[in-house]
């Protein structure tokens, strides 16, 4: 089982819907998880970080974490063109593995 | 400005001639780590160093030599690169490497091309 698997999509939205990102771990160890946008060509840029079970909400972006089952997702409300990126999930390893693990990426496009 | 700086940003090269790929940050940051990305498989971790004079090995280190003599650089060295090592990598940095809500910078990147 990979580490963290993520649907590589592509996933399209219609402009102004929800889009949801959905991402799984293994590590059941892991402190906590990150979501990175990445533009074409470009480098890896955070959105946002969560380590508590629950939601999290930054703006038009929600970052759902849920230990048990081992899953985090990423809502993008009101989705604009510039939204259409890949989405990186990544987690934290346990103390003493500090090591930040990426998933594959899922590539959104946002369709106006 | 805050920021990670790599050079080259694009380099072509054959195979077996030794490159080094600079990485430098401004931020003060102790940890420091090296990814390649390639379709299909993502961010891999090549090397990561948590201070000056301590580095460890990442997911993929084979073929790959990493230093760290000051806190602000960490260049990546190919001493043979081969065609498989054709990725584009990223430079990142944080302060600890360790915090729960620590931001990793990310590099520009440096697109390779190995002949």
């Known amino acids: 089982q990979k580490e963290v698997e993520q649907n590589s999509g592509p996933l399209s939205v219609p402009e102004g819907a929800i889009a949801s990102l959905n991402c799984t771990y293994s590590?059941?160890?892991?402190?906590?998880f990150f979501w990175y946008r990445q533009y074409s060509g470009k480098s890896p840029e955070l959105i946002m970080f969560i380590y508590s079970n629950g939601d999290k909400e930054d703006g038009r972006f929600t970052a759902q974490l849920n230990k048990a089952s081992q899953y985090v997702s990423l809502l993008i409300r009101d989705s604009q063109p510039s939204d259409s990126a890949t989405y990186l999930c990544?987690?934290?390893?346990?103390?003493?593995?500090?090591?930040?693990?990426f998933g594959t990426g899922t590539r959104l496009t946002i369709i106006p | 400005e805050a920021q990670v700086t790599q050079n080259p940003r694009y380099l072509i090269t054959v195979t077996g001639k030794k490159l080094t790929v600079t990485c430098s940050q401004n931020?003060?940051?102790?940890?420091m780590s090296w990814y390649r990305q390639d379709p299909g498989l993502g961010l891999r971790q090549i090397y990561y160093s948590m201070n000056v004079e301590v580095t460890d090995k990442g997911d993929v280190p084979e073929g790959y030599k990493v230093s760290r003599k000051e806190k602000r650089n960490f260049p990546l060295i190919l001493e043979s690169p081969s065609p498989n090592q054709t990725s584009l990598y990223f430079c990142a940095s944080s302060l600890t490497g360790t915090k729960v809500s620590e931001t990793q910078y990310f590099g520009p990147g440096t697109r390779l091309l190995v002949l």
């Open positions: 590590d059941q160890g892991s402190q906590s």
């Open positions: 931020m003060n940051h102790e940890y």
């Open positions: 990544a987690f934290l390893g346990a103390f003493g593995n500090e090591k930040l693990t």
